[in-house]
């Protein structure tokens, strides 16, 4: 048995966004932000333990075991700017003038806006005012087992239209915007 949670970014963890820019304001700057209007949604490291000993609870008072992800209402999302430019101010400097903040640009596949819940899922409310039930889309085991099997094959072979192909069928949301040829190194 097992209970699957949803995260959004926590903040302060390991990978968060908050210790890089903690790292370049020690360094004097600048502050690197992806895009300009990118959003993330954030949780707090306490949130994320409560989520997760929440969803025991909840998984294990379920009368009916079925397919779920536990996620939390984390209310609107942040743009990274103006993370940026708050913790500039809270380091006692002015954002533009002590501390630039630099744009990089998206990275392939990264997205703008995260999302939690995908159109696909449908979703439900708890018994806890903040924390949802996703249900994900099933899948036959032994046709994601083939599947994965020929993305493999079609890594191996160094064949990135049929990996690309297979990446479609397993993500059908998959939205391949080319940078550069896959696989033509």
Known sequence: KFITVRFGNVLGSAGSVV???EEQLAKGGPLTVTHPEMTRYFMTIREAVELVLQAAALGAAMQERKECIFVLDMGEPMRITDLAVQMIRLAGLKPDEDIKIVYT???PGEKLHEELFHASENVAKTSHQSIFLASP???DIGTLRAQLKALRQAA???DGFSALS???ALVPEFNHQPV???FDE
Do not use: I, N, V
Request: glycine content about 6%; charged content about 30%; some cysteine.
């Open 19 to 21: 210790p890089l820019f």
């Open 105 to 107: 640009g998206l990275r």
């Open 137 to 139: 889309r099933a899948c």
């Open 156 to 158: 191996e072979t160094r």
């Open 166 to 168: 297979q990446l479609k």
């Open 180 to 182: 550069h040829a896959a």
